[in-house]
């Protein structure tokens, strides 16, 4: 297969998965702040906001047959890549002492329906 349409592909059913993820969050009572927020080379998919603080949220879309979770590609070095994005954010946009949480959020396509895994709290980075 043409690299270029997969990839193509791929990143539809990521654009996807981010707006349901969007729509899951906002009936949740969250505010949208960023969607796609980049920090010189590092980005955070959606930066949202509840009554409790501000929300880091990685989503992975997958479509079936998935082999593992997609929220374990999440790991130590992309949470230390998301941890500095939001550093940066914060000091950006002004932020003094706001509580942070660092969610993921899974979506998995598997063409009768959409299933949405939603990790608050998914891990607790360590800024240096």
Not at 20 to 43: F, K, P, Q, S
Not at 72 to 89: D, L, M, P
Request: aromatic content about 10%.
């Amino acid at each position: 297969m043409d690299d270029r349409k997969d990839k193509g592909r791929e990143g539809k059913v990521g654009r996807h998965g981010e707006d349901l993820v969007c729509r899951y969050l906002m009936d949740a009572g969250h505010t949208i702040l960023e969607r796609n927020w980049r920090y010189g080379h590092l980005e955070i998919d959606i930066i949202s906001m509840d009554g409790n603080g501000i929300h880091f949220v990685e989503v992975k879309s997958r479509r079936t047959p998935v082999q593992a979770d997609p929220a374990e590609s999440v790991n130590a070095a992309k949470q230390k890549r998301i941890a500095a994005a939001a550093s940066g954010y914060l000091r950006q946009k002004g932020f003094g002492e706001v509580e942070c949480f660092f969610d993921v959020a899974a979506v998995i396509f598997d063409g009768k329906g959409t299933e949405i895994r939603y990790c608050p709290q998914a891990y607790i980075p360590m800024f240096v």
